[in-house]
T-cell receptor
Framework: AQTVTQSQPEMSVQEAETVTLSCTYD???????LFWYKQPPSRQMILVIR??????QNATENRFSVNFQKAAKSFSLKISDSQLGDAAMYFC???????FGAGTRLTVKP | ETGVTQTPRHLVMGMTNKKSLKCEQH?????MYWYKQSAKKPLELMFV???????ENNSVPSRFSPECPNSSHLFLHLHTLQPEDSALYLC?????????????FGPGTRLTVL
């Protein structure tokens, strides 16, 4: 069974600093998508960034970027220039029935 | 606003009640999902519908009964629930076909079973 592991239940970052959230997954598939979703306190889950496994180039969306290591089955999220609005639960997810990690709660300190 | 709406947003029910959760999407998607989100646990996939047909039932107890009358609407009928069923229930949708792509989530229904 595919599993997704987020080893950091909570993380904290100072405003304007950089933070990296970790995610590892287990799969025997060769082609798939990986996602990072954000769930602010209002609860609506929104997509932050996605990575297609066949692409070697790491995905980037403004201040958000990933470090995708396919062989190591690792998919970390880097948030640069952290803002107060980045505070939320972050979930790593793997396609093929959308397996989600347990989430990392990110706190941003002013 | 992601184009996926859920009603009600909050629901309190007794174990003998029957209630229904509703999800509606205005994105033209053909795949819809029900998830259960409990505190400190990963999101649990419950049901998947593709073109109104159920394609996945993730060993969900029969006290949860899904219904998908068309590609835009998804219901979750609840009866004789248990207190451990209290959770946030999320609906999501995405386009069908190809590798599973980005899902769009609704705001969820916070369910409390007394």
């Amino acid at each position: 069974a595919q599993t997704v592991t987020q080893s950091q239940p909570e993380m904290s970052v100072q405003e304007a600093e950089t933070v990296t959230l970790s995610c590892t997954y287990d799969t025997s598939e060769s082609d798939y998508y990986l996602f990072w979703y954000k769930q602010p306190p209002s609860r609506q889950m929104i997509l932050v960034i996605r990575q297609e496994a066949y692409k070697q180039q790491n995905a980037t969306e403004n201040r958000f970027s990933v470090n995708f290591q396919k062989a190591a089955k690792s998919f970390s999220l880097k948030i640069s220039d952290s803002q107060l609005g980045d505070a939320a639960m972050y979930f790593c997810a793997y396609t093929q029935l959308m397996r989600f990690g347990a989430g990392t709660r990110l706190t941003v300190k002013p | 606003e992601t184009g996926v709406t859920q009603t009600p947003r909050h629901l309190v029910m007794g174990m003998t009640n029957k209630k229904s959760l509703k999800c509606e999407q205005h994105l033209g998607h053909n795949a819809m999902y029900w998830y259960k989100q409990s505190a400190k646990k990963p999101l649990e996939l419950m049901f998947v519908y593709n073109f109104k047909e159920q394609t996945e039932n993730n060993s969900v107890p029969s006290r949860f009964s899904p219904e998908c009358p068309n590609s835009s609407h998804l219901f979750l009928h609840l009866h004789t629930l248990q207190p451990e069923d209290s959770a946030l229930y999320l609906c999501a949708s995405r386009p069908s076909g190809g590798l599973p792509d980005t899902q769009y989530f609704g705001p969820g229904t916070r369910l409390t079973v007394l």
